[in-house]
């Protein structure tokens, strides 16, 4: 089965510096990798996702690249704020026809946000 | 953050008893998920169903049981044979099982304390 390692575990950042979170997948089969946010004491909300199509999806100061052939992806963001201090989870599975979304996820990383 | 709820938020149970956890969604979500949630240790899958009548056993799925009478309903048992089970509890569901749309909407959790 699939088995997904995320890394850091924690991060802490200055206000409007930048932050990366790496994972890494061992299924090739997997297709479709999300991220989830949450915040202290609610529950995990998708903040953005990306199919194997393509290499780097951007909302905003988030963004989420990946590399098929290391069958890794990273979730980035950029100009932290405060508001950005959560657990991030990423996450994997294979996406189509009569496949169900299993998804796997990673252990979580907490970031930390100092002003 | 409507659409899917959980009851209780807090659970407080005696070693030896089963309890049941309440999962309702009124997305006509087809897929349903129960994930345990564990400091440094991400989400893990418990059970999951993909239609009514119907489910399959996630990766830690000993000690837990459920059932899937109805499309909008998804309890899970936590049984005396869980060994460990204080734990965060969160129930998930998703449009499809596979295809386009994998988004996975989770509901606020509850967390169970065995005494």
């Known amino acids: 089965g699939e088995n997904v390692e995320q890394h850091p575990s924690t991060l802490s950042v200055q206000e409007g510096d930048s932050a990366v979170i790496k994972c890494t997948y061992s299924?090739?089969?997997?297709?479709?990798f999300p991220w989830y946010k949450q915040e202290l004491g609610k529950r995990p909300q998708l903040i953005i996702d990306?199919?194997?199509?393509?290499g780097e999806k951007k909302d905003q100061r988030i963004a989420v690249t990946l590399n098929k052939t290391a069958k890794h992806f990273s979730l980035h963001i950029t100009e932290t704020q405060p508001e950005d201090s959560a657990v991030y989870f990423c996450?994997?599975?294979?996406?189509?026809?009569?496949?169900?979304?299993?998804?796997?996820f990673g252990q979580g990383t907490i970031l930390t946000v100092h002003p | 953050d409507g659409g899917i709820t959980q009851s209780p938020k807090y659970l407080f149970r005696k070693e030896g008893q089963n309890v049941t956890l309440s999962c309702e969604q009124n997305?006509?979500?087809?897929?349903m998920y129960w994930y345990r949630q564990d400091p440094g240790q991400g989400l893990r899958l418990i059970y999951y169903?993909?239609?009514?009548?119907?489910?399959q056993k996630g990766d830690i799925a000993e000690g837990y049981s459920v059932s899937r009478e109805k499309k909008e309903s998804f309890p899970l048992t936590v049984t005396s044979a869980q060994k460990n089970p204080t734990a965060f509890y969160l129930c998930?569901?998703?449009?499809?099982?596979?295809?386009?749309?994998?988004?996975?909407?989770f509901g606020p959790g509850t967390r169970l304390t065995v005494l």
């Open positions: 299924d090739s089969a997997s297709n479709y």
């Open positions: 996450a994997a599975t294979y996406a189509g026809g009569t496949s169900y979304g299993k998804l796997t």
């Open positions: 990306i199919r194997s199509n393509v």
């Open positions: 997305l006509n979500h087809d897929a």
């Open positions: 169903s993909q239609i009514v009548n119907d489910f």
């Open positions: 998930a569901s998703s449009i499809t099982a596979g295809g386009a749309s994998n988004e996975q909407f």
